[in-house]
């Protein structure tokens, strides 16, 4: 079993940053993806970005590239998420989501492990 825990959402105005971490325990041995999704009031779940533990491959959706950067630290089992240049329209709750397998991972469905969500909201 895998526990993820995200922290550093909040409020913050246009044009400005934030940094999210999520926080893996557990077996994390049997996580190869971790990805960051996202949720906005009345909209599906989208893919934001993902990391894989050992190659560090890295991917991002189309609304976020250029300005997300996703890492990881593995010596404290923890990936972040670096949002720069917010937007109003990135106002949404962020999730960490794990996986095993890199097939599928820009799908929500496929990913076994979720933390709880993050509020993060970018005021115009």
């Known amino acids: 079993q895998v526990q993820l825990v995200e922290f550093g959402g909040g409020l913050v105005q246009a044009g400005g940053s934030l940094r999210l971490s999520c926080a893996a325990s557990?077996?994390?041995?049997?996580?190869?993806?971790t990805g960051w999704f996202r949720q906005a009031p009345g909209k599906e779940r989208e893919f934001v970005a993902a990391?894989?533990?050992?190659?560090?491959?890295?991917y991002y959706g189309d609304s976020v590239k250029g300005r997300f950067t996703i890492s990881r630290d593995n010596a404290k089992n923890t990936v972040y998420l670096q949002m720069n240049s917010l937007k109003p329209e990135d106002t949404a709750v962020y999730y960490c989501?794990?996986?095993?397998?890199?097939?599928?991972?820009?799908?929500?469905?496929?990913?076994?492990?979720w933390g709880q969500g993050t509020q993060v909201t970018v005021s115009s």
């Open positions: 989501a794990g996986k095993r397998l890199i097939k599928g991972l820009t799908r929500a469905s496929e990913y076994e492990y």
């Open positions: 990391i894989t533990w050992s190659g560090g491959l890295t």
């Open positions: 557990g077996r994390t041995f049997s996580t190869y993806v």
